[in-house]
């Protein structure tokens, strides 16, 4: 590449006439640097005339790219479009090469129409002509997923770094190579010389969001439920199954797009193991830790015929085997599905078995997550060693024992409290033949899903009783209430609590449902910054990743938000993002909403 690059500025260095103008560098520099912005405005504008103005009308214009070169300003001309819909231009740079000769180059991300988003390097050499400044040379190469963003900085900003510490006004934040550089006041945290500037006064940054408790392998809808409201017949489960599984970014956009930068994707099949290295080079999707297939007490019939999601825990064989599976195919914990249907299926008919489990976890140095909604179920849990607890407390108050047992093991609660709720609004839609809302302030969910929720209310209402409807609402209000009451004495414990949606159910959706969530933990009485650590710290402590993500420090990945709203008032203040950061890389929401559809 230089050997061309070195020849094709010989031979337009010879090809050229350049004036004779006193040697001034500086000039030169000026000149071109002038010609090369008004060039990129020309671009974002979509100003046709103006960006063909500044190129040399000649046969000796050189067009580079990954296939060569080409010459000649006629067919460059003609080809012109389609002009991209936003285009984020950085890191220009420019040198000398002789007298009325400079070479340029600058990065770039440009998105056209939904998600089609192109990241590289431009380049350009600058001749002065007799007629001005012109660009003799252009190209542009896409660089490899995984190449580091531009340095940039956000200035004046309020910060939240995620510690639970006082907020700092008129702070800096600075990136570099997708990492947090350097974080703090103003005045201390300097802006480096040429670093392209966010200006983000008046406007707060926190930490990426982290749902540390998702499902990729259900869709938000019942489609991905049958044992919820059976549509087989209309949407045949194995074909759902197979575009969660080749398409799973476009939940992935819309995790980015709410300002979920990481997810803990505790239960699914076992594609869902390969989720993080796909996602590894994607700035566009979150960070994903992965459990796997789930071990169920219950043989949970909703398996594939090829593929199961639960793996039947019930004996210490059972618990070897599914857990000895799980470690080798790359599972970062262990979940168990703790499911009890008395008197068929009691507490201390799968004890034992959960234990197992356990033990044979720690053998791997993996972590224990336990699904468990009753007291009794949650203390066996706790006893075989569970380190997350993926739901609240939903029959009784929590005890002194479970509280002990949680201290011992420094289990971490994430308490899931409006998941139950979705199922209701489902039901009711269909008895009501009513579409069901959408909590999606920043239009984050896909299309698709979009058409799923409202086709609820087309449903045929034989498929719901609307006494089953009413019993089910009010079971779930007990509930709710329950798991409040639990949540306010945990934290009073000392428990450290972690936010979970339980995305994917019904009426969950995969992204936006972070913001009811957090907002259903401050009415429980959470303060709005407990839950800014719990959707940030401890949220990526459950994920094991709190070297690398969760607070704002120098060394860990650069995963922001920017918001319009202080969200140490009001967590609602999640919902006004103006950008999201995501290992370095800063798009507005309007992008970011563009590409989830």
């Known amino acids: ?13 010879c090809a050229l006439t350049l004036p004779v103008i006193a040697d001034d560098e500086a000039a030169d520099l000026a000149a071109a640097r002038a010609v090369f912005e008004k060039n990129i405005d020309a671009i974002r504008h979509k100003d046709r005339d103006a960006y063909l103005s500044l190129y040399l009308h000649s046969d000796r214009l050189v067009r580079g790219g990954p296939t060569g070169f080409t010459t000649g300003y006629d067919d460059f001309a003609k080809a012109r479009g389609p002009y991209p819909e936003t285009m984020d231009a950085s890191d220009l740079r420019l040198t000398r090469i002789q007298p009325g000769l400079v070479y340029g180059t600058y990065r770039y991300r440009v998105r056209y129409s939904g998600n089609d988003e192109h990241r590289g ?8 002509t007799a007629d001005g400044w012109r660009i003799a040379l252009t190209g542009a190469i896409d660089t490899p997923p995984g190449t580091p963003p531009p340095p940039r900085a956000i200035v004046g900003a309020t910060l939240i770094d995620g510690r639970g510490g006082a907020a700092v006004p008129n702070a800096n934040v600075v ?23 966010v200006d983000a006064k ?3 940054v926190t930490p990426g969001l982290i749902d540390a408790h998702v499902h990729f392998s259900q869709t938000g809808w019942a489609d991905g439920r049958p044992d919820s409201l059976d549509l087989r017949a209309q949407y045949p489960y194995e074909k759902v199954e197979a575009e969660l599984k080749s398409n799973p970014e476009r939940f992935a956009r819309s995790y980015i797009c709410s300002g979920v930068t990481s997810v803990f994707d505790v239960g699914g099949y076992a594609w869902t193991l390969r989720l993080a290295e796909r996602f590894a080079t994607d700035t566009a999707a979150p960070h994903v830790t992965a459990a796997g297939p789930l071990l169920s007490t219950l043989d949970h019939w909703l398996n594939l015929p090829a593929e199961r999601q639960f793996i039947h825990l019930h004996d210490q064989a059972s618990a070897k085997s599914g857990v000895d599976y799980l470690a080798a195919h790359g599972a970062k914990a262990i979940k ?13 008919a799968s004890a034992d078995a959960v234990k197992a489990a356990g033990d044979f976890a ?9 699904h468990a909604t009753g007291l009794a179920e949650a203390k066996a849990a706790l006893r075989a060693g569970a380190k997350l607890l993926v739901h609240s407390v939903w029959d009784l108050p929590v005890d002194d024992e479970f509280i002990a047992l949680a201290k011992q093991n420094g289990t971490i609660l994430i308490p899931t409290l409006i998941v139950g709720r979705g199922y209701v609004r ?16 920043n239009h984050c969910v896909d299309r698709a899903t979009l058409a799923k929720v409202a086709s ?9 009783k609307p006494e089953t409807v009413a019993a089910r609402d009010k079971r779930t209000t007990a509930t709710e209430t329950m798991a409040a009451a639990n949540l306010k004495r945990l934290l009073a414990a000392g428990i450290p609590v972690a936010t979970g949606t339980d995305a994917g159910n019904p009426l969950t959706l995969h992204g936006p449902a972070i913001y009811g969530e957090m907002e259903a933990m401050q009415a429980a009485g959470m303060s709005p910054m407990q839950i800014v650590t719990s959707s940030t710290l401890i949220a990526a402590r459950a994920m094991g990743l709190e070297k690398s993500t969760g607070t704002i420090e120098p060394g860990k990945d650069a995963d922001l938000l920017i918001l319009g709203g202080d969200p140490s008032s009001d967590v609602a203040n999640f919902r006004k993002i103006r950008s999201v950061v995501r290992a370095g890389v800063v798009r507005p929401i309007s992008d970011l909403s563009a590409m989830a559809q």
């Open 1 to 13: 590449m230089r050997t061309i690059r070195t020849v094709l500025l010989t031979l337009l260095a």
């Open 121 to 128: 390097i431009s380049e350009r050499l600058f001749a002065r």
């Open 175 to 197: 990136l570099r190579d997708g990492k947090i550089e350097c974080a703090g006041p103003a005045s201390q945290c300097k802006v480096p010389e040429g670093v392209a500037v």
């Open 202 to 204: 008046g406007a707060w």
């Open 336 to 348: 168990v599905w703790y499911i009890v249907r008395p008197p068929d299926l009691p507490v201390a």
């Open 362 to 370: 720690r053998e791997h140095n993996l972590p224990l997550i336990v």
């Open 426 to 441: 489902m039901f009711e839609s269909v008895v009501d033949r009513k579409p069901p809302a959408v909590d999606d302030p």
């Open 456 to 464: 609820t209310a087309t449903l045929d209402p034989a498929l719901v």
